[in-house]
């Protein structure tokens, strides 16, 4: 461990913890099932964290990065989304490997259409510049007047688009480390017991994406629908969801610590309106 001149841990622990509380009001079913497993885990770790933006100029995945690259997470992985004209890399700590990954996406602004370049544009110049340089801008949630018809059409060319739009910055979801539970060890069992919450899966690609053989396995919720206040009336839109995901060995004996893009497709939808 790196002393606390390179290393802020504590720093780092209430940074997350914040991204956490913002994380449960968006998705109260998030707390709900932590604490549930919470009664018969000794440990309940969260394996990574998940942030969405725009490839704009002003934004892309630095703005987002920067805020944990101060407590020495690095870039590992880099991904790429042909279909939802996506692209993303992921982060790990360098000094604490227990410490949560974080995964950035962005949209690709320029492989959308003129309607949806325009919403962008215009919504992210009314972002204060000097809030983009605060850890606080990881969840502060959108910096502009939202309008439920502009939500409907951009959902209509890319889901993405209109789950930022709505919600802005902050966590798109949290990921319970299946390894460290002492309840469950096989993903298909925690997801009955999920699912016996009264709790509904992403079934995209079927409920586990990933195989043991591609060292990864990962289910997720689907997003819960909450109120929000648009600028021309109150509608409930999926918001946040929780994953979970069980990681397997490397012939070195240490535990993939990185994500397969077909699957990642499929938990994206997680967001998706139920049609």
């Known amino acids: 461990m790196a002393n606390s001149q390179t290393y802020n841990e504590q720093g780092l622990n209430q940074f997350l913890e914040k991204m956490w509380t913002d994380y449960c009001e968006m998705n109260p079913q998030a707390d709900f099932i932590f604490k549930s497993l919470k009664q018969n885990n000794t440990h309940v770790l969260n394996d990574h964290i998940a942030l969405r933006t725009f490839n704009h100029k002003k934004l892309g995945l630095k703005s987002?990065?920067?805020?944990?690259?101060?407590?020495?997470?690095?870039?590992?992985?880099?991904?790429?989304?042909?279909?939802?004209?996506?692209?993303?890399?992921?982060?790990?700590?360098?000094?604490?490997?227990?410490?949560p990954k974080i995964f950035i996406s962005e949209l690709e602004c320029e492989k959308m259409s003129p309607f949806t370049q325009k919403i962008i544009n215009s919504i992210?110049?009314?972002?204060?510049?000097?809030?983009?340089?605060?850890e606080s801008f990881i969840y502060s949630g959108h910096h502009w007047t939202i309008n439920y018809e502009t939500y409907s059409k951009l959902a209509d060319?890319?889901?993405?688009?209109?789950?930022?739009?709505a919600f802005g910055f902050r966590p798109n979801h949290f990921t319970v480390n299946i390894n460290a539970l002492n309840q469950f060890d096989k993903i298909a069992d925690l997801n009955t017991y999920i699912k016996s919450l009264g709790i509904k899966l992403n079934a995209s690609g079927g409920e586990i994406k990933g195989t043991p053989e591609e060292l990864l396995e990962q289910s997720s919720t689907m997003a819960g629908e909450i109120t929000v206040k648009f600028h021309d009336g109150e509608y409930k839109i999926p918001a946040c969801y929780y994953e979970f995901a069980k990681r397997y060995c490397l012939p070195d004996g240490q535990l993939y610590q990185g994500f397969i893009a077909k699957s990642a497709d499929k938990i994206f939808e997680s967001t998706n309106r139920i049609k």
């Open 64 to 99: 987002l990065s920067q805020h944990f690259e101060k407590y020495g997470y690095i870039e590992k992985g880099e991904y790429f989304f042909k279909e939802k004209k996506l692209y993303a890399k992921h982060y790990e700590n360098k000094f604490d490997k227990n410490q």
């Open 157 to 165: 060319e890319s889901e993405y688009a209109s789950w930022v739009y």
């Open 124 to 134: 992210v110049e009314q972002i204060p510049t000097d809030i983009l340089q605060t």
